[in-house]
């Protein structure tokens, strides 16, 4: 997917949450005449998301909404974005369940409409069907490592998906040669996430050894900071807080990379090691990170720190204002 198609689709969605009932209705009316005007179901699936809890009214306008979207564009990247939940097993997730079925039933072989369906079962809480589908989407380029990893990237994009992420992640490996610094990231990272502990720590250090001796380009910060990070974050859970301050530490030795330099460094595990009042080592690390991320944010949350506060750490948080 496109970042520009994307960031439409959570604008047009953002857009429909400042809506009210008679823009809301007004949307209603237009897609009457144009039933095809995907910026106007965004935005009426982002007023309808946000009001569904408030004015049940609205829940089946919203279900109808996502419906229309599985039979009329099954391969829209929009299926790919985690932007509207449904609860597993309700009602209107067994209906966007049906409609997935029949979206196979009309694009039999279609990879995309795979994928999508998969997911979309998956989300619908129909695990062992969507398990199914994805056998079969790894079966159509089996040999393929490219393929592979980017059905991880695909299924990593929403937390439903992470399991098959990392099995298509751990297939593309044990066909890389040489193995690649991304897809050792991304199955450390997935790996962690579903607290395969012993499997996460493998990875990270594999990672941490290709930084060591491999020229990597712009992977060389990340596979840096990445793998050190896992490594801390593990340690952590199993109660080793020194070591986890260490593993911060060293984290923030990196060399940087775009997206270090750009977007910041992810602060879950200082922000873990902050709340458990572990400031030095927090302190110390964020002066490292200012050699190649945001200073003026880092200063904010220094000079927070020095005055008592343990502000939330992260690097999308509310201390936007210096920018």
């Keep these: 997917m496109s970042r520009a198609?994307?960031?439409?689709?959570?604008?047009?969605?953002?857009?429909?949450?400042?809506?009210?009932?008679?823009?809301?209705?007004?949307?209603?009316?237009?897609?009457?005449?144009?039933?095809?005007?995907?910026?106007?179901?965004?935005?009426?699936?982002?007023?309808?998301?946000?009001?569904?809890?408030?004015?049940?009214?609205?829940?089946?306008?919203?279900?109808?909404?996502l419906r229309w979207w599985i039979e009329n564009e099954p391969r829209s990247d929009f299926h790919a974005l985690p932007l509207f939940d449904v609860e597993p097993r309700s009602a209107a997730s067994e209906a966007n369940c049906v409609a997935w079925q029949a979206a196979l039933a009309r694009h039999p072989g279609d990879s995309t409409v795979l994928q999508h369906a998969c997911l979309g079962l998956l989300r619908g809480g129909q695990v062992e069907v969507a398990r199914a589908l994805f056998e079969q989407l790894q079966q159509l380029e089996p040999r393929d490592p490219d393929w592979l990893s980017t059905l991880g990237q695909f299924f990593s994009r929403c937390p439903e998906g992470a399991e098959f992420a990392l099995i298509a992640y751990e297939r593309a490996l044990a066909l890389q040669q040489p193995r690649e610094a991304y897809t050792v990231n991304e199955a450390a990272n997935l790996a962690l996430k579903l607290q395969r502990f012993e499997q996460a720590r493998e990875l990270a250090l594999e990672l941490l050894e290709l930084a060591r001796t491999g020229y990597l380009g712009w992977m060389l910060g990340n596979a840096q900071y990445d793998g050190r990070r896992i490594l801390g974050l593990i340690a952590l859970a199993q109660g080793d807080v020194a070591g986890a301050e260490r593993q911060l530490l060293e984290s923030g030795r990196t060399v940087g990379s775009?997206?270090?330099?750009?977007?910041?460094?992810?602060?879950?595990?200082?922000?873990?090691?902050?709340?458990?009042?572990?400031?030095?080592?927090?302190?110390?690390?964020?002066?490292?990170?200012?050699?190649?991320?945001?200073?003026?944010?880092?200063?904010?949350?220094?000079?927070?720190?020095?005055?008592?506060?343990?502000?939330?750490?992260n690097r999308s948080s509310g201390l936007d204002d210096d920018f």
């Design 258 to 313: 775009p997206q270090l330099n750009s977007f910041g460094p992810e602060l879950d595990l200082a922000n873990a090691l902050l709340q458990l009042g572990r400031t030095d080592a927090v302190i110390e690390f964020l002066w490292l990170c200012e050699r190649f991320w945001k200073p003026q944010r880092l200063l904010k949350f220094i000079a927070a720190i020095h005055a008592g506060e343990r502000p939330k750490l």
């Design 5 to 65: 198609v994307e960031f439409d689709y959570y604008l047009w969605c953002f857009e429909g949450t400042l809506l009210n009932r008679e823009d809301a209705e007004r949307l209603l009316e237009e897609l009457k005449t144009t039933p095809d005007a995907l910026k106007t179901r965004v935005r009426l699936l982002g007023f309808t998301n946000s009001m569904k809890s408030i004015d049940p009214t609205w829940s089946d306008v919203f279900v109808d909404q």
